[in-house]
C-alpha cells in the first residue's frame, strides 16, 4: 500500500518502491524536505533549476520534493517565468508562512 509520503507512483517498477520505501523510512525524504524548504525560504520566487544553481542542491532532488512541500502546504507553485538557467519557461517556488494556508497554485 503507498502512503501519501511514499514517492513512487503506482506505475514504478519494484525497485522503484524499495527505493522509496527507504528514503522515507531512513528520513532522507524530510531532511529533503527541510533542505528544499529552507532553499525556498531563501531563494522566494525562484524555478527549481534557478535553486538548485543558487544553493548547490540537486535538481532532481528539488524537483522531486517541491511538489511534496505544495501539497503539504509548506510552499506554493507562483507564476511561470524564462528560467535563467535552461532559457525556458518554468513555474517559480516560493514560501508559505508559518500558519498561512494559501491556495495559489497558479
Known amino acids: 500500500m503507498i502512503g501519501l509520503n511514499h514517492p513512487a507512483r503506482g506505475?514504478?517498477?519494484?525497485?522503484?518502491h524499495e527505493a522509496a520505501v527507504h528514503v522515507v523510512s531512513s528520513g532522507l525524504q524530510a531532511l529533503q524536505q527541510d533542505r528544499a524548504a529552507c532553499a525556498v525560504k531563501q531563494n522566494p520566487g525562484l524555478t527549481s533549476m534557478e535553486l538548485a544553481k543558487a544553493t548547490g542542491h540537486d535538481r532532481y532532488m528539488l524537483a522531486r520534493r517541491l511538489p511534496e512541500l505544495l501539497e503539504d502546504g509548506r510552499?506554493?507553485?507562483?507564476?511561470?517565468?524564462p528560467c535563467e538557467v535552461s532559457g525556458r519557461s518554468a513555474c517559480t517556488w516560493w514560501p508559505v508562512a508559518p500558519g498561512e494556508n494559501l491556495a495559489l497554485g497558479l
Open 11 to 16: 506505475t514504478d517498477i519494484s525497485t522503484s
Open 75 to 81: 510552499v506554493w507553485r507562483g507564476p511561470k517565468k
